[in-house]
């Protein structure tokens, strides 16, 4: 069940609606000289159409685009694109574009896999858009409404912001430049608007550095797929993208009073099975592992290895590692209840009820969905840099009698 699982959508900001082009967007807004109504976009982005050749990205009606370009974030080679009208989008492609837009069309490197396969690129362009940047005496005003649900501002060098009406975070980066950044979590755009004013910053680093983390910009999430209660199990995924040059493998590390079976893994971006390698103990020593999360090895240590291609400079891998877990502390039956009591650290965390389940209390709060075979599914998003505490309760639905083999 587990590498079937992995087949699954993830769960950055809840799984593409069906028929989806797109998921995973985060936005970079670089704000140049005041004045000029300039700003760079960096834009990441992940087509997930199955069997997609080409990914259309919209340009915003009012903005003039210049400078463009789009990179292979698997491979770190160039795209291929071009301008198209909405007309061409909706015969090349796009069958619901809009005729009266454009669109850059990019060429994707290879078709998307299917089974959850992605092909991921980062789009840069340059917008020049008076509505949307703009200065107001001595500051400057930055007011455009943000679909991506992932962003961050960064101000020109020489500012520091005064006022920001969306819940962000802020910091300072090695140039000496102020980030705001945030996670969207509500269905509707933000109506981001921020001013900034003349200032002298010196750069460097903080001596807080190691915990201040771009949460908007954190790759990791994982989706928990719940058996029935009596087995104390669950089935689940969780993607990560890695990026570091020379980094050839991956490190899961099982929690205390869990046990992991059933470990696979993909690499999302070609749809190609990694091998996994199961560890305890002094196996781990043996093999000269260490990790940040793997503390003091003992005895009862135990972690689920993948190794894969090192990377190259300018290179990265999407990952989607699969087990199943069972964990009788966090997850049991508890009467007629079923009882899942678990934190989250990562931003992005689901939890998928078993069949003929219904879902009773949600401490903490989570959007909910049914799945396409009829299951309960609750996404917690948090933009912040702390835990969740997930504890969910549910209760058979009468007339809908539930086996242990059904997940």
Same mark, same amino acid.
């Not at 005496?137 to 020489?158: D, Q, S, Y």
């Not at 929690?255 to 305890?280: F, Y």
């Not at 933009?383 to 505490?389: C, N, Q, S």
């Given at each position: 069940?587990?590498?079937? /699982?992995?087949?699954?959508? +993830?769960?950055?900001?809840?799984?593409?609606?069906?028929? &989806?082009?797109?998921?995973?967007?985060?936005?970079?807004?670089?704000?140049?000289?005041?004045?000029?109504?300039?700003? %760079?976009? $960096?834009?990441?982005?992940?087509?997930?159409?199955?069997? &997609?050749?080409?990914?259309?990205?919209?340009?915003?009606?009012?903005? !003039?685009?210049?400078?463009?370009?789009? @990179?292979?974030?698997?491979?770190?080679?160039?795209?291929?694109?071009?301008?198209?009208?909405?007309?061409?989008?909706?015969?090349?492609?796009?069958?619901?574009?809009?005729?009266?837009?454009?669109?850059?069309?990019?060429?994707?490197?290879?078709?998307?896999?299917?089974?959850?396969?992605?092909?991921?690129?980062?789009?840069?362009?340059?917008?020049?858009?008076?509505? #949307?940047?703009?200065?107001?005496?001595?500051?400057?005003?930055?007011?455009? *409404?943000?679909?991506?649900?992932?962003?961050?501002?960064?101000?020109?060098? +020489?500012? =520091?912001?005064?006022?920001?009406?969306?819940? #962000?975070?802020?910091?300072?980066?090695?140039?000496?430049?102020?980030?705001?950044?945030?996670?969207? $979590?509500?269905?509707?755009?933000?109506?981001?608007?921020?001013?900034?004013?003349?200032?002298?910053?010196?750069?460097?680093?903080?001596?807080?550095?190691?915990? /201040?983390?771009?949460?908007?910009?954190?790759?990791?999430?994982?989706?928990?797929?719940?058996?029935?209660?009596?087995?104390?199990?669950?089935? /689940?995924?969780?993607?990560?993208?890695?990026?570091?040059?020379?980094?050839?493998?991956? =490190?899961?590390? $099982?929690?205390?009073? #869990?046990?992991?079976?059933?470990?696979?893994?993909?690499?999302?971006?070609?749809?190609?099975?990694?091998?996994? !390698?199961?560890?305890?103990?002094?196996?781990?020593?043996?093999?000269?592992?260490?990790?940040?999360?793997?503390?003091?090895?003992?005895?009862?240590?135990?972690?689920?290895?993948?190794?894969?291609?090192?990377?190259?400079?300018?290179?990265?891998?999407?990952?989607?590692?699969?087990?199943?877990? @069972?964990?009788?502390?966090?997850? %049991?039956?508890? *009467?007629?209840?079923?009882?899942?009591?678990?934190?989250?650290?990562?931003?992005?965390?689901?939890?998928?009820?078993?069949?003929?389940?219904?879902?009773?209390?949600?401490?903490?709060?989570?959007?909910?969905?049914?799945?396409?075979?009829? %299951? @309960? %599914?609750?996404?917690f998003l948090n933009p912040r840099p702390d835990e969740v505490e997930a504890l969910i309760t549910a209760r058979r639905e009468? *007339?809908?009698?539930?086996?242990?083999?059904?997940?």
């Amino acid at each position: 069940m587990a590498v079937a /699982l992995a087949a699954g959508w +993830g769960a950055a900001a809840q799984p593409p609606r069906p028929g &989806a082009q797109e998921a995973n967007g985060y936005t970079r807004y670089e704000l140049l000289a005041p004045g000029s109504a300039k700003f %760079r976009i $960096v834009y990441d982005i992940t087509a997930v159409r199955p069997g &997609a050749v080409a990914f259309f990205n919209p340009i915003r009606k009012g903005s !003039v685009a210049s400078d463009e370009r789009v @990179t292979d974030l698997a491979t770190g080679q160039p795209l291929k694109f071009a301008q198209v009208s909405g007309e061409s989008a909706k015969t090349t492609g796009l069958p619901d574009a809009d005729a009266g837009s454009d669109y850059i069309r990019v060429e994707l490197a290879h078709p998307v896999p299917a089974d959850g396969g992605e092909g991921r690129m980062r789009i840069e362009k340059t917008y020049e858009d008076p509505k #949307s940047y703009r200065v107001d005496g001595r500051e400057i005003v930055f007011e455009r *409404g943000l679909g991506i649900k992932k962003n961050a501002v960064v101000l020109p060098p +020489g500012y =520091v912001l005064v006022d920001c009406n969306y819940p #962000s975070q802020v910091a300072q980066e090695a140039d000496g430049r102020i980030r705001i950044s945030f996670f969207n $979590v509500t269905p509707g755009e933000a109506p981001l608007k921020l001013r900034a004013a003349p200032g002298t910053l010196r750069a460097g680093p903080s001596s807080v550095q190691e915990k /201040l983390g771009e949460r908007a910009k954190q790759t990791r999430d994982i989706v928990y797929f719940l058996q029935q209660p009596e087995t104390h199990a669950f089935d /689940l995924y969780h993607d990560y993208t890695e990026e570091k040059a020379g980094v050839g493998r991956y =490190v899961n590390v $099982v929690r205390t009073g #869990s046990t992991a079976t059933n470990p696979g893994a993909r690499n999302l971006d070609t749809g190609e099975t990694i091998p996994a !390698v199961h560890m305890k103990g002094a196996e781990i020593t043996k093999a000269g592992i260490t990790d940040h999360d793997l503390g003091p090895v003992t005895p009862e240590s135990e972690i689920v290895v993948f190794n894969f291609k090192p990377l190259k400079p300018g290179q990265s891998i999407r990952l989607r590692m699969s087990e199943t877990y @069972t964990d009788p502390g966090r997850y %049991r039956l508890a *009467g007629d209840e079923l009882v899942f009591d678990r934190t989250f650290g990562r931003a992005a965390n689901a939890v998928v009820l078993p069949k003929g389940w219904v879902l009773t209390n949600s401490a903490a709060p989570a959007i909910v969905s049914r799945t396409a075979d009829g %299951r @309960t %599914r609750l996404d917690f998003l948090n933009p912040r840099p702390d835990e969740v505490e997930a504890l969910i309760t549910a209760r058979r639905e009468e *007339g809908r009698p539930s086996g242990t083999g059904q997940r």
